[in-house]
T-cell receptor, first 113, second 114 residues
Framework: KAGVTQTPRYLIKTRGQQVTLSCSPI?????VSWYQQTPGQGLQFLFE???????NKGNFPGRFSGRQFSNSRSEMNVSTLELGDSALYLC????????????FGPGTRLTVT | DQQVKQNSPSLSVQEGRISILNCDYT??????FLWYKKYPAEGPTFLIS?????DKNEDGRFTVFLNKSAKHLSLHIVPSQPGDSAVYFC?????????????FGTGTRLAVRP
Protein backbone atom coordinates (compact mmCIF):
# COMPACT_ATOMS: atom_id res chain seq x y z
CA LYS A 1 0.00 0.00 0.00
CA ALA A 2 1.43 3.39 -0.94
CA GLY A 3 2.28 5.76 1.88
CA VAL A 4 1.35 9.38 2.40
CA THR A 5 2.62 11.56 -0.42
CA GLN A 6 3.23 15.28 -0.33
CA THR A 7 3.92 17.68 -3.17
CA PRO A 8 6.02 19.60 -3.77
CA ARG A 9 8.91 18.38 -1.64
CA TYR A 10 10.73 21.71 -1.71
CA LEU A 11 9.48 25.23 -2.29
CA ILE A 12 11.05 28.68 -2.19
CA LYS A 13 8.75 31.68 -1.96
CA THR A 14 9.09 35.40 -1.31
CA ARG A 15 7.51 37.31 1.59
CA GLY A 16 3.97 38.35 0.80
CA GLN A 17 3.30 35.54 -1.64
CA GLN A 18 0.93 32.67 -1.03
CA VAL A 19 1.55 28.95 -1.28
CA THR A 20 -0.51 25.76 -1.62
CA LEU A 21 0.76 22.39 -0.43
CA SER A 22 -0.83 19.08 -1.32
CA CYS A 23 -1.20 15.80 0.55
CA SER A 24 -2.50 12.44 -0.61
CA PRO A 25 -3.30 10.11 2.30
CA ILE A 26 -2.91 6.36 2.46
CA UNK A 27 -5.70 4.65 0.56
CA UNK A 28 -8.70 4.18 2.84
CA UNK A 29 -7.60 6.81 5.34
CA UNK A 30 -10.19 9.50 5.87
CA UNK A 31 -8.45 11.75 8.36
CA VAL A 32 -5.67 14.13 7.32
CA SER A 33 -3.74 16.30 9.76
CA TRP A 34 -1.16 18.99 9.08
CA TYR A 35 1.82 19.90 11.26
CA GLN A 36 4.53 22.53 11.10
CA GLN A 37 8.03 21.57 12.21
CA THR A 38 10.57 24.24 13.05
CA PRO A 39 13.87 23.90 14.95
CA GLY A 40 12.65 26.09 17.78
CA GLN A 41 9.07 24.89 18.20
CA GLY A 42 9.18 21.24 17.21
CA LEU A 43 6.06 19.77 15.63
CA GLN A 44 3.03 22.02 16.00
CA PHE A 45 -0.48 20.93 15.05
CA LEU A 46 -2.14 23.08 12.38
CA PHE A 47 -5.48 21.40 11.66
CA GLU A 48 -7.20 18.10 10.95
CA UNK A 49 -9.80 17.20 8.36
CA UNK A 50 -12.14 14.25 8.36
CA UNK A 51 -14.70 13.61 5.62
CA UNK A 52 -14.11 17.06 4.13
CA UNK A 53 -14.78 18.83 7.46
CA UNK A 54 -12.26 20.56 9.68
CA UNK A 55 -12.49 18.65 12.94
CA ASN A 56 -9.64 20.20 14.94
CA LYS A 57 -7.63 23.39 14.68
CA GLY A 58 -4.37 24.48 16.29
CA ASN A 59 -3.23 27.93 17.34
CA PHE A 60 -2.15 29.38 14.03
CA PRO A 61 -3.28 32.65 12.43
CA GLY A 62 -6.00 32.73 9.81
CA ARG A 63 -3.36 32.98 7.07
CA PHE A 64 -3.11 29.22 7.40
CA SER A 65 -6.05 27.38 5.91
CA GLY A 66 -6.82 24.00 4.48
CA ARG A 67 -9.41 21.86 2.85
CA GLN A 68 -10.12 18.24 2.09
CA PHE A 69 -11.65 16.80 -1.03
CA SER A 70 -14.09 13.93 -1.40
CA ASN A 71 -11.22 11.54 -2.21
CA SER A 72 -9.60 12.51 1.15
CA ARG A 73 -6.76 14.38 -0.53
CA SER A 74 -5.98 17.60 1.31
CA GLU A 75 -4.45 20.96 0.54
CA MET A 76 -2.99 23.54 2.85
CA ASN A 77 -2.71 27.19 1.92
CA VAL A 78 -0.62 29.92 3.50
CA SER A 79 -1.31 33.48 2.40
CA THR A 80 0.84 36.57 2.84
CA LEU A 81 3.94 34.55 3.64
CA GLU A 82 6.28 35.71 6.40
CA LEU A 83 9.91 34.76 7.01
CA GLY A 84 8.81 32.84 10.11
CA ASP A 85 6.69 30.53 7.97
CA SER A 86 9.85 28.81 6.77
CA ALA A 87 9.48 25.27 8.04
CA LEU A 88 8.90 21.65 7.20
CA TYR A 89 5.18 21.07 6.70
CA LEU A 90 4.11 17.53 7.45
CA CYS A 91 0.91 15.81 6.54
CA UNK A 92 -0.33 12.74 8.39
CA UNK A 93 -3.22 10.42 7.68
CA UNK A 94 -5.17 7.95 9.75
CA UNK A 95 -8.26 5.84 9.38
CA UNK A 96 -10.02 8.25 11.69
CA UNK A 97 -13.18 7.19 13.49
CA UNK A 98 -11.43 5.90 16.60
CA UNK A 99 -8.10 4.74 15.16
CA UNK A 100 -5.44 7.17 16.26
CA UNK A 101 -2.12 6.05 14.83
CA UNK A 102 -1.13 8.68 12.30
CA UNK A 103 1.20 7.99 9.39
CA PHE A 104 3.31 10.85 8.11
CA GLY A 105 4.42 11.88 4.67
CA PRO A 106 7.97 13.08 3.92
CA GLY A 107 6.99 16.73 4.25
CA THR A 108 7.29 19.86 2.16
CA ARG A 109 10.26 22.10 2.98
CA LEU A 110 9.11 25.71 2.56
CA THR A 111 11.68 28.49 2.52
CA VAL A 112 10.47 32.09 2.59
CA THR A 113 12.99 34.73 1.52
CA ASP B 1 3.20 26.18 27.38
CA GLN B 2 4.95 22.90 26.54
CA GLN B 3 2.46 20.22 27.54
CA VAL B 4 4.71 17.36 26.43
CA LYS B 5 8.35 17.53 27.42
CA GLN B 6 11.38 15.50 26.47
CA ASN B 7 14.04 16.88 28.75
CA SER B 8 16.98 15.02 27.22
CA PRO B 9 17.82 16.49 23.82
CA SER B 10 20.27 13.70 23.14
CA LEU B 11 21.24 10.20 24.25
CA SER B 12 24.19 7.99 23.29
CA VAL B 13 24.07 4.23 23.83
CA GLN B 14 26.35 1.31 22.96
CA GLU B 15 25.03 -1.18 20.43
CA GLY B 16 23.31 -4.12 22.16
CA ARG B 17 22.51 -2.18 25.31
CA ILE B 18 19.18 -0.74 26.37
CA SER B 19 18.06 2.73 25.25
CA ILE B 20 15.59 4.50 27.54
CA LEU B 21 13.89 7.62 26.25
CA ASN B 22 11.75 9.64 28.61
CA CYS B 23 8.76 11.90 28.22
CA ASP B 24 6.73 13.93 30.71
CA TYR B 25 3.35 15.56 30.22
CA THR B 26 1.35 18.10 32.15
CA UNK B 27 -2.16 17.76 30.73
CA UNK B 28 -4.06 15.19 32.80
CA UNK B 29 -6.66 14.91 30.01
CA UNK B 30 -4.17 13.15 27.72
CA UNK B 31 -5.23 9.53 27.42
CA UNK B 32 -3.36 8.22 24.39
CA PHE B 33 0.37 8.33 23.81
CA LEU B 34 2.54 7.53 20.82
CA TRP B 35 6.22 7.34 19.96
CA TYR B 36 7.60 8.29 16.57
CA LYS B 37 11.06 7.96 15.07
CA LYS B 38 12.36 10.49 12.58
CA TYR B 39 15.30 10.32 10.20
CA PRO B 40 16.60 13.48 8.50
CA ALA B 41 14.61 14.55 5.42
CA GLU B 42 11.83 12.05 6.21
CA GLY B 43 8.51 12.30 7.99
CA PRO B 44 8.11 10.74 11.46
CA THR B 45 7.53 6.99 11.49
CA PHE B 46 5.01 5.54 13.95
CA LEU B 47 6.64 3.12 16.41
CA ILE B 48 4.31 2.20 19.24
CA SER B 49 1.37 3.57 21.19
CA UNK B 50 -0.30 3.09 24.55
CA UNK B 51 -3.69 3.90 25.93
CA UNK B 52 -4.06 5.33 29.43
CA UNK B 53 -5.91 2.21 30.53
CA UNK B 54 -2.65 0.26 30.21
CA ASP B 55 0.73 0.73 31.83
CA LYS B 56 2.83 -1.24 29.35
CA ASN B 57 2.81 -2.10 25.68
CA GLU B 58 5.36 -4.21 23.84
CA ASP B 59 6.18 -4.59 20.18
CA GLY B 60 9.34 -6.52 19.43
CA ARG B 61 12.36 -4.61 20.68
CA PHE B 62 10.20 -1.63 21.68
CA THR B 63 8.33 -1.31 24.98
CA VAL B 64 6.47 1.74 26.20
CA PHE B 65 5.74 2.23 29.89
CA LEU B 66 3.16 4.66 31.21
CA ASN B 67 3.05 5.99 34.77
CA LYS B 68 -0.15 8.04 34.95
CA SER B 69 0.34 9.23 38.52
CA ALA B 70 3.73 10.69 37.61
CA LYS B 71 2.53 11.81 34.16
CA HIS B 72 5.55 10.07 32.70
CA LEU B 73 6.14 7.65 29.88
CA SER B 74 9.26 5.98 28.61
CA LEU B 75 10.33 4.04 25.54
CA HIS B 76 12.72 1.14 25.99
CA ILE B 77 14.64 -0.24 23.03
CA VAL B 78 16.34 -3.57 23.67
CA PRO B 79 18.78 -4.39 22.20
CA SER B 80 19.74 -1.10 20.59
CA GLN B 81 21.00 -1.24 17.03
CA PRO B 82 22.91 1.37 14.96
CA GLY B 83 19.86 1.68 12.68
CA ASP B 84 17.91 2.98 15.67
CA SER B 85 19.93 6.20 15.54
CA ALA B 86 17.34 8.89 14.87
CA VAL B 87 15.29 11.57 16.63
CA TYR B 88 12.49 10.14 18.78
CA PHE B 89 9.33 12.10 19.50
CA CYS B 90 6.67 11.30 22.03
CA UNK B 91 3.17 12.57 21.32
CA UNK B 92 -0.05 12.72 23.29
CA UNK B 93 -3.72 13.09 22.55
CA UNK B 94 -6.89 13.87 24.46
CA UNK B 95 -9.10 11.47 22.54
CA UNK B 96 -12.44 12.74 23.78
CA UNK B 97 -12.04 16.40 23.00
CA UNK B 98 -9.24 16.45 20.42
CA UNK B 99 -9.17 13.06 18.75
CA UNK B 100 -6.51 13.10 16.07
CA UNK B 101 -4.75 16.24 17.32
CA UNK B 102 -1.33 15.20 18.55
CA UNK B 103 0.80 17.29 20.90
CA PHE B 104 4.48 16.49 20.38
CA GLY B 105 7.53 16.76 22.57
CA THR B 106 10.64 18.44 21.20
CA GLY B 107 12.43 15.17 20.52
CA THR B 108 15.46 13.22 21.76
CA ARG B 109 18.29 12.45 19.37
CA LEU B 110 19.46 8.86 19.94
CA ALA B 111 22.91 7.79 18.76
CA VAL B 112 23.70 4.07 18.94
CA ARG B 113 27.45 3.46 18.84
CA PRO B 114 28.67 0.28 17.09
Amino acid sequence: KAGVTQTPRYLIKTRGQQVTLSCSPISGHRSVSWYQQTPGQGLQFLFEYFSETQRNKGNFPGRFSGRQFSNSRSEMNVSTLELGDSALYLCASSLGAGVYEQYFGPGTRLTVT
Amino acid sequence: DQQVKQNSPSLSVQEGRISILNCDYTNSMFDYFLWYKKYPAEGPTFLISISSIKDKNEDGRFTVFLNKSAKHLSLHIVPSQPGDSAVYFCAASDLISSGDKLTFGTGTRLAVRP
